[in-house]
């Protein structure tokens, strides 16, 4: 079993900075791509940023130059570094992994459960 686990959410003042880790744990055998969606209220999930195996990273046009995707390979963990909020960064925000766990020949994608973003003073 694979568990993926938000941290890092809360309320931010406007132009305030806020760090999202997402450490993937449990039956791991080898850990692809990682990155953040967001799903406003009343909004589809959007990707928001991913980075790839060998460190590629792709961003949404919203948040490039203010948010910096990375991940630490040791610790199977995903960060989002977000500066310079706006409110319509509001959202929550799930983190994703693209997994070959040992119980299975096949890669999927985990999810975390999700982390509350709030931007507003």
């Known amino acids: 079993q694979v568990q993926l686990v938000e941290s890092g959410g809360g309320l931010v003042q406007p132009g305030g900075s806020l760090r999202l880790s997402c450490p993937a744990s449990?039956?791991?055998?080898?850990?692809?791509?990682m990155g953040w969606y967001r799903q406003a209220p009343g909004k589809q999930r959007e990707l928001v940023a991913g980075?790839?195996?060998?460190?590629?990273?792709n961003y949404a046009d919203s948040v490039k130059g203010r948010f910096t995707v990375s991940k630490d390979n040791a610790k199977n963990t995903v960060y989002l570094q977000m500066n310079s909020l706006k409110p319509e960064d509001t959202a929550v925000y799930y983190c994703?992994?693209?997994?070959?766990?040992?119980?299975?020949?096949?890669?999927?994608?985990?999810w975390g459960q999700g982390t509350q973003v709030t931007v507003s003073s």
């Open positions: 994703y992994a693209d997994i070959h766990p040992t119980t299975s020949f096949a890669m999927s994608r985990y």
């Open positions: 449990g039956s791991i055998f080898s850990v692809y791509g």
């Open positions: 980075i790839s195996i060998d460190g590629h990273t």
